[in-house]
């Protein structure tokens, strides 16, 4: 691995302090990065006797280096010295003094909102029908769409018994029977067939039966969701259309019921946090590896159902099924919502899909965040997710040659063309374990058509694979995937989609598609590099 520059080195220093910090920005051990800084002369950090904060709250209440250093005991230009050190040059628009704010005279007054707002703010002032909105704040919000998934049974019992009759717009409904691919229990046939009757007596076209795959994974391959569009779902991974620029979160079967009837939701307006993900992905390193990497960083900043914001240069070369996977793998982190700004890659996308017309909405370049997360994943290698914990995530390499019973690739997270690609590639002229069995779940029908067409499902069943209907996978309640006492299991997806047998004791790993691929065929967590030179 190539030794990082010595600027960018000191830059890591500054802002994470140990060796094993940095490490984890780049997916490498601590003492890897006390090596690099040996070859480069660097010492170990030292805390400054001011930090950037203390720095930054003074010039935000002065706006004046001989003020803020009298606060200090020293002089302006000691101040300033300070001030250059942490790169912060810009006069602040506001000064801040307790509970008020002094606009700056020489401030320009073009009659134009000077608001910093993020994008949650303008899309939930826009559906609400408010010229700005706060965060905190509740509004009442008018969704674009709304979807329900196999809980659609008792969204439509509460919508009955509220003695509602008829949905307000059947055009803007969608209902996607995605858990299981076959019903295993009367009961759960009885759901699916009232809700069956329901959609039909109501006139809901956008109805997606069982095998039609996840369903914000097919909403958005059917071309149902817009850049710009606010939506409503009640399924987990709710938020996913903001791979392509569109706001969208979970709520619950009760309250969709509401909304169906009214076409109104209340919901409060999110506080927001900005990801920036610099540098580019390397040799056998996937979008997966990203968001495992970041989960618990972002986690630990957005423990009150935060919205996100991705930016950076690696965001934008990444494709839409990149963008959806990394969505979703980041709703593990506890996330409310989260949104990929709109760019030339979305209008690529939407223009083969659909020829609806759309206005996207974008935050403005200052917005206020309520933090911001900034990572390189130039160094980044393959990551592995310990068993139980979002929040406990090391390089494959650490843990490689852990035995492996079980490997589920797709369902959730995973299952689209992007992620059977890389795994076809691995697993191509070659057989998995013989101790090992390996699943693949396609995330919809598009996909497992493509992958058929493309010659991959034919690569998975003569890799010994079991390839599954497009479905949510093996967690909610079909037989497939169910652990012994004792076997280990690594999953490109939750955890939940290893089917077990109760035992809380089991050791469920969560990788990357090539991670998975990869450990399928050696039986054991395998880092997949050496598949694919």
């Not at 805390?47 to 009298?70: F, M």
């Not at 056998?284 to 630990?300: A, F, M």
């Not at 497009?470 to 967690?475: D, N």
Request: glycine share 8%.
């Amino acid at each position: 691995m190539k030794i990082p520059k010595k600027k960018e080195l000191l830059e890591l220093q500054k802002k994470y302090r140990t060796d094993r910090k940095i490490g984890e920005v780049y997916g490498v051990p601590g003492r890897l990065v006390a090596y690099w800084r040996s070859k480069k002369n660097i010492g170990p950090y030292s805390l400054p006797k001011y930090s950037r904060d203390r720095i930054i709250d003074l010039w935000e209440r002065y706006g004046d280096d001989r003020l803020a250093g009298n606060e200090l005991g020293i002089s302006g230009p000691g101040f300033r010295r300070w001030r250059m050190e942490y790169s912060i040059k810009n006069k602040p628009p506001v000064l801040k003094m307790e509970q008020l704010e002094l606009g700056f005279l020489d401030t320009p007054r073009s009659g134009k909102s000077s608001r910093r707002e993020t994008y949650v703010q303008k899309i939930m002032a826009k559906k609400s029908g408010l010229k700005t909105v706060e965060t905190g704040q509740v509004v009442d919000i008018a969704p674009d769409f709304v979807v329900a998934v196999d809980n659609a049974g008792s969204t439509i019992s509460q919508f009955l018994s509220n003695g509602h009759t008829k949905v307000w717009d059947s055009s803007k409904i969608a209902v996607v029977l995605n858990h299981m691919p076959m019903s295993s229990e009367g009961n759960s046939a009885d759901e699916q067939k009232k809700i069956r009757e329901f959609v039909k007596k109501q006139g809901i076209l956008t109805f997606y039966d069982i095998g039609w795959g996840i369903s914000h994974q097919v909403i958005i391959e059917e071309g149902l969701i817009l850049p710009g569009q606010l939506v409503l779902g009640t399924d987990h991974y709710a938020a996913a259309p903001g791979c392509i620029a569109a706001y969208s979160t979970k709520t619950t079967a009760a309250e969709m019921a509401e909304i169906w009837s009214t076409g109104r939701s209340k919901d409060c307006v999110s506080q927001t946090i900005r990801v920036n993900i610099n540098g580019y992905l390397s040799r056998g390193v996937s979008t997966s590896d990203i968001i495992l990497k970041l989960i618990r960083d972002i986690s630990e900043v957005t423990a009150n159902d935060k919205a996100v914001e991705f930016y950076g240069p690696s965001i934008s070369a990444m494709t839409i099924l990149q963008r959806f996977t990394l969505i979703n793998l980041a709703i593990e982190a506890g996330i409310k919502s989260a949104v990929i700004p709109f760019d030339d890659v979305t209008a690529r996308f939407i223009k083969k899909i659909t020829k609806a017309k759309f206005k996207p909405i974008k935050a403005d370049t200052d917005a206020a965040y309520d933090g911001e997360i900034e990572a390189d994943i130039s160094y980044l290698t393959p990551q592995v997710v310990y068993p139980n914990s979002f929040k406990h995530t090391t390089a494959v390499e650490e843990i490689a040659g852990k035995h492996i019973n079980h490997v589920v690739l797709g369902g959730f997270t995973s299952g689209c063309l992007d992620d059977l690609e890389i795994a076809a590639t691995i697993l191509r002229g070659r057989r998995i374990h013989r101790d090992t069995r390996m699943m693949i779940i396609p995330g919809s029908r598009k996909t497992y058509l493509d992958a058929i067409d493309k010659g991959y499902i034919r690569t998975f069943v003569e890799s010994g694979c079991l390839v599954l209907s497009p479905s949510y996978g093996a967690c909610m309640g079909a037989n497939q995937g169910m652990l012994a006492k004792g076997e280990r299991a690594l999953t490109t997806s939750k955890i939940k989609s290893v089917k077990t047998n109760g035992d809380r004791n089991h050791e469920i790993y969560i990788a990357s598609p090539a991670t998975a691929a990869a450990s399928a065929l050696k039986g054991a967590i395998t880092d997949p590099r050496q598949y694919l030179l």
